[in-house]
């Protein structure tokens, strides 16, 4: 059984910095694609950032020059550093690992970001 754990969110102010985490436990190889996603009150989830294992990189346009994903494919895990945080980055941040072959996406339970003053 596969299990994605998410770190890292909390209460910033505009302008401030989170790195979030999420790694993933069990039976889970050859992940092809690690990414975020986020969903704020009333709107439906959007993808944030996506990287594959070749490392290929997309990022919503509304965060590019702000985040930046990584991964380090020993542990499973993949990370969002947001920088230049503004208000309305804040959501519910969920990451989503997707395994070759099988194509089966596994999503983390998700973690709360709020930027404000």
């Known amino acids: 059984q596969v299990r994605l754990v998410e770190s890292g969110g909390g209460l910033v102010q505009p302008g401030g910095s989170l790195r979030l985490s999420c790694a993933a436990s069990?039976?889970?190889?050859?992940?092809?694609?690690m990414g975020w996603y986020r969903q704020a009150p009333g709107n439906q989830r959007e993808l944030v950032a996506t990287?594959?294992?070749?490392?290929?990189?997309n990022y919503a346009d509304s965060v590019k020059g702000r985040f930046t994903i990584s991964r380090d494919n020993a542990k499973n895990t993949v990370y969002l550093q947001m920088n230049s945080l503004k208000p309305e980055d804040t959501a519910v941040y969920y990451c989503?690992?997707?395994?070759?072959?099988?194509?089966?996406?596994?999503w983390g339970q998700g973690t709360q970001v709020t930027v404000s003053s």
């Open positions: 989503k690992f997707r395994a070759s072959i099988t194509w089966t996406d596994y």
């Open positions: 069990g039976n889970i190889v050859n992940i092809y694609l």
């Open positions: 990287i594959t294992s070749s490392g290929m990189l």
